[in-house]
């Protein structure tokens, strides 16, 4: 993170730390140690107290059921995953690689590394998402050793890799990307159209929107570019792939992957010469074969705060950096060593929380200062 960022963050804290210091002073005075000591016979003072004490009340009630538990779920519900991966096609092993995904809510920072030497990182603002891909060797032999980032709208990576968006999905609890999920395209779709294709997804529990299991299912016509043939075999339809969870492991009050499995399937085929009648009767959508399966297997977990950026650095200052967000693609630059130029906007977010947060301070402080002079005045030292 840039030295702006992380001036922001270190003021942001010194705010939240103030901020408690102030709830400590209110506490303080909604026990009445101070008032039941006063001498409150004039209706006046009574008034005055019933109506400053009160609102104080609702604000410390607003503090313990609104913002605790905003505070305590922000150091709870993040986490780092990080692991290998084995990808087998046909039976025999494809590829293989590294991987290492941090999370928070509906953000996620995911890099993915081939055996092959090919990189890809992809992370989010909250709104748009970015992607970066370090030069490697194969990548310097046509871009002369410089490495590729790109910027698109939209907090999903949908132009990323199949890999990083299935670690994305199973591990972040958007429930917009889970809404509009049937909506996306993804590689294994071939021919068929978004719309043709039917989700069934499973949630951990009834609370979050933690994924256990997504499958995709190809409708009853086998698709040949835009021409549709109907299926005799699989009338109701054939799974086409899934993602599921295999067994969770607990990590503070979290339930983490502990190995995340990912299968795409094809349907079975009438063997050549003579027809067995039996091959074709018709079939339930889950008698498939499975064609490829990539297991993505959890080594290190770990719970810890929330990351102050899940976008990618750019540690390689001679990156092409270009922009997908306009109608006309346009290349941008980097300001400084490991960032984005539009990494700007994710500053503007933080000074935004950190200007909150000083608001609120402000408020507290105007909410404590007539009371406090009522005390003064009360006690002669006001004068």
């Not at 295999?246 to 990590?251: D, I, K, M, W, Y």
């Not at 947060?357 to 009371?371: E, N, Q």
């Amino acid at each position: 993170m840039d030295h702006g960022g992380k001036e922001i963050a270190i003021r942001t804290q010194i705010a939240d730390i103030v901020l408690s210091i102030y709830m400590v002073i209110i506490l303080r005075y909604l026990s009445g140690r101070e008032l039941n000591s006063l001498r409150t016979s004039d209706k006046c003072m009574h008034f005055l107290v019933f109506k400053t004490k009160l609102p104080l009340f609702f604000m410390t009630l607003l503090w313990i059921f609104v913002w605790c538990p905003h505070l305590n779920a922000a150091e709870s519900n993040a986490f780092t995953l990080s692991g290998e991966f084995i990808n087998t096609f046909a039976g025999k092993q494809h590829d293989s690689g590294s991987f290492r995904i941090s999370a928070f809510g509906s953000n996620a920072l995911v890099d993915v590394l081939h055996a092959n030497g090919f990189r890809e990182i992809v992370g989010t603002d909250g709104k748009d998402n970015f992607r970066y891909i370090p030069a490697s060797a194969d990548l310097a032999a046509s871009t002369n050793g410089n490495g590729q980032a790109f910027v698109y709208s939209g907090r999903f990576p949908t132009d990323a890799g199949l890999f990083a968006q299935f670690l994305w999905i199973m591990n972040t609890r958007d429930s917009t990307l889970l809404t509009n999920l049937n909506s996306l395209r993804f590689p294994f779709y071939v021919d068929y159209k978004p719309e043709e294709i039917t989700l069934r997804l499973t949630n951990y529990d009834n609370i979050s929107n933690m994924v256990d299991s997504i499958r995709w299912y190809a409708p009853n016509k086998v698709a040949y570019g835009t021409n549709r043939y109907r299926n005799a075999i699989y009338t109701n339809g054939w799974l086409l792939a899934e993602c599921a969870v295999s067994g969770r492991q607990p990590v503070g009050n979290m339930a983490l992957p502990i190995k995340i499995i990912y299968t795409q399937y094809q349907m079975r085929s009438v063997k050549a010469g003579p027809v067995d009648l039996s091959e074709l009767r018709p079939r339930p959508p889950e008698d498939v074969l499975p064609i490829e399966i990539a297991e993505f297997a959890i080594t290190r977990a770990s719970n810890e705060k929330p990351r102050n950026t899940y976008i990618p650095e750019i540690p390689d200052n001679t990156a092409r950096v270009i922009d997908y967000r306009n109608p006309k693609p346009i290349v941008v630059r980097i300001t400084s060593g490991k960032w984005w130029t539009v990494g700007s906007a994710l500053r503007g977010y933080e000074l935004s929380i950190y200007h909150r947060r000083i608001a609120i301070l402000f408020l507290i402080s105007i909410s404590l200062g007539f009371p406090i002079y009522v005390l003064l005045k009360k006690r002669g030292l006001g004068k």
